[in-house]
T-cell receptor, first 118, second 107 residues
Framework: GAVVSQHPSRVICKSGTSVKIECRSL??????MFWYRQFPKQSLMLMATSNEGSKATYEQGVEKDKFLINHASLTLSTLTVTSAHPEDSSFYICSAPRYSVWGTDTQYFGPGTRLTVL | ELKVEQNPLFLSMQEGKNYTIYCNYSTTSDRLYWYRQDPGKSLESLFVLLSNGAVKQEGRLMASLDTKARLSTLHITAAVHDLSATYFCAVGGDMRFGAGTRLTVKP
């Protein structure tokens, strides 16, 4: 079945450093991928929609310069948290839709990346 | 802006009992999803509902969609402990999530 991978699964960094998270669709192509943030015991909040070959679409309140998104190919999107601070500590999850021949889509979620900023 | 409300947020039930989780949304949408999340894990897709009156069942879970009422339900039949998890609905192509329902099934 379709699989979406994320790397790394867990990262601990010092405040002020930048962290890159990769999201890959392993056996299908994804022109669109979604990035979410989830704080403990809360729901997923959509941060941005990553579009292959064009700029990402950010949700209101999400800083574009802080959360850099690059959709370099049809199977890879990256999220870079720049100058990370402790309040950026969270669980980051990506997803990618896979479309059936009937046009319906199933969202496949990556396993998530737990970011801890010290 | 699309708003998605789930209730209840917390649900504790005994094994063997039935219960329903509700998902209301504020604007018209052509699709609704249900997901399961276990602690510390990512999301597992349960159902995709695409049309008014759609009903899907998998094991002890059954999901339905009423687009006119902007309401989806996730019905749990004869709950078992393995169903303990957090359940989310999400609406629309850009996946607006509800707050989640934390389900605990007790023996």
């Amino acid at each position: 079945g379709a699989v979406v991978s994320q790397h790394p699964s867990r990262v601990i960094c010092k405040s002020g450093t930048s962290v890159k998270i990769e999201c890959r669709s392993l056996d299908f192509q994804a022109t669109t991928m979604f990035w979410y943030r989830q704080f403990p015991k809360q729901s997923l909040m959509l941060m941005a929609t990553s579009n292959e070959g064009s700029k990402a679409t950010y949700e209101q309140g999400v800083e574009k310069d802080k959360f850099l998104i690059n959709h370099a190919s049809l199977t890879l999107s990256t999220l870079t948290v720049t100058s990370a601070h402790p309040e950026d500590s969270s669980f980051y999850i990506c997803s990618a839709p896979r479309y059936s021949v009937w046009g319906t889509d199933t969202q496949y979620f990556g396993p998530g990346t737990r970011l801890t900023v010290l | 802006e699309l708003k998605v409300e789930q209730n209840p947020l917390f649900l504790s039930m005994q094994e063997g009992k039935n219960y329903t989780i509700y998902c209301n949304y504020s604007t018209t949408s052509d699709r609704l999803y249900w997901y399961r999340q276990d602690p510390g894990k990512s999301l597992e897709s349960l159902f995709v509902l695409l049309s008014n009156g759609a009903v899907k069942q998998e094991g002890r879970l059954m999901a339905s969609l009423d687009t006119k009422a902007r309401l989806s339900t996730l019905h749990i039949t004869a709950a078992v402990h393995d169903l303990s998890a957090t359940y989310f609905c999400a609406v629309g192509g850009d996946m607006r999530f509800g707050a989640g329902t934390r389900l605990t099934v007790k023996p």
